[in-house]
């Protein structure tokens, strides 16, 4: 023992602290706490701070590897997670410091707390599952690669610095406890980048990255991405099809051998298209059964526009296919960025609600480029107020379910 300290709980928190204490249930019910319990390091941690204690926040990847290669041994007790976090605590002085409760955080989360309660529609984060996983959002760093489509008018306030940190804090708050982050730029170097990223950062579970489809080469391409720091992050590919100046490019034999070779490295093939691909795309889609499909953003329906055909028979005809799964993002920044509402919204997630089914549908926030339309926090209640008349497993897989089978995350 090094060291003891007297903490102040409520009966609610009591409890749940002596759930988690070894004294009184034996190391065996200590060992699942952090999953069954989330609230009672959050309660220490704050008493510390309170106490005039450095408390950091040390990533649960980080302690698992460092027990691995401290110990040898993968499996978590009390002292070999304690050991490990401690080593990592002490060695690393970028980890994320443990900020005290002030009041005006404290009256913000009652507000908080009583917005579901005058605000029709209003989904609060206590109201959400704790497990929930954005399955499309993006991350850059504008000194290391420019993006060429922030040049867009309008894009503007997209170009600066998006960090994996930033993306980490919106989600946590949210209740987000797995992320797919996705490629933005044609360069395989931007994907390595992800891949160094995911390995570390405590939400990404997964990547998506991008590789030249039409390369000869390209199952060798593949493979050393899958054998690079953070190779067991990457579970997908996708291309900026909706760029390519052919609306037929996806059917190009070179096109489609590549994304053979995507599916055989078993990886997912992400769909960026547009109404004009979306006839490639089925073609495409019927002519590789074996490949998984995965739409992103709906394929961009023209909601601003209000123009439902084609696109509405398009989408209904891709789905068809089972090996096609659908993302429930971007559709605020396809609708009026400044006056959107959820009614502008429903008639197209109806669309696709309908033809893929729930559990071949996962939400995404798009971060950050939804917030030219929304916060992230607003384009996750999208996706919650969008899915409202669903079962609860029917939202369940929406929210989580679908994206953790679909990129075989933990928890699956």
Request: aromatic share 4%; with cysteine.
């Amino acid at each position: 023992m090094i060291d003891t300290i007297r903490v102040d709980a409520d009966r609610d928190q009591r409890a749940r602290l002596l759930v988690c204490s070894p004294g009184r249930h034996g190391s065996n019910h200590a060992r699942g706490r952090s999953k069954e319990q989330p609230a009672w390091g959050a309660l220490l941690a704050q008493q510390l701070v309170a106490a005039g204690e450095h408390v950091v926040d040390v990533p649960p990847k980080l302690s698992s590897r460092t027990r691995l290669l401290e110990s040898g041994r993968s499996d978590k007790t009390d002292p070999n997670d304690a050991h490990s976090a401690a080593i990592v605590a002490w060695h690393n002085p970028t980890l994320n410091v443990v900020a005290g409760l002030d009041e005006h955080r404290v009256v913000l989360r009652l507000l908080a707390d009583r917005d579901h309660q005058i605000t029709p529609g209003y989904c609060s984060p206590r109201e959400r599952r704790m497990n929930r996983t954005d399955a499309h959002h993006h991350v850059w760093d504008i000194t290391t690669r420019r993006q060429p489509w922030m040049s867009a008018p309008g894009y503007e306030p997209m170009a600066r610095t998006f960090s994996a940190a930033d993306h980490a804090v919106l989600a946590q708050a949210a209740g987000v406890d797995a992320s797919v982050v996705v490629q933005c730029v044609s360069d395989e170097a931007e994907t390595y980048e992800l891949l160094e990223i995911a390995r570390t950062d405590p939400v990404i579970a997964a990547v998506v990255g991008w590789v030249d489809l039409t390369a000869v080469d390209i199952a060798d391409r593949l493979g050393a991405m899958l054998a690079a720091p953070g190779g067991e992050c990457l579970r997908g590919i996708r291309h900026q099809v909706h760029d390519e100046a052919d609306p037929a490019w996806l059917c190009r034999p070179e096109v489609l051998r590549g994304i053979r070779a995507v599916a055989a490295a078993g990886l997912v093939y992400e769909l960026l298209v547009k109404t004009p691909q979306l006839p490639a795309a089925i073609a495409a889609v019927g002519e590789l059964p074996e490949v998984r499909f995965v739409v992103d953003h709906a394929a961009k329906p023209p909601i601003a526009a209000g123009h439902r055909e084609p696109w509405t028979s398009l989408m209904t005809s891709l789905a068809t296919h089972a090996n096609v799964t659908c993302k429930l993002s971007g559709l605020t920044t396809e609708a009026h960025w400044q006056r959107w509402t959820d009614d502008d919204l429903q008639p197209w997630a109806t669309v696709i609600l309908d033809a893929f089914g729930p559990r071949r549908l996962m939400a995404g926030s798009d971060w950050p480029v939804c917030t030219l339309a929304a916060t992230y926090e607003a384009s996750l209640g999208v996706a919650d107020r969008l899915t409202r008349e669903l079962s609860p497993a029917e939202r369940t897989a929406v929210l989580d379910g679908t994206a953790r089978s679909t990129y075989q995350l933990p928890g699956t």
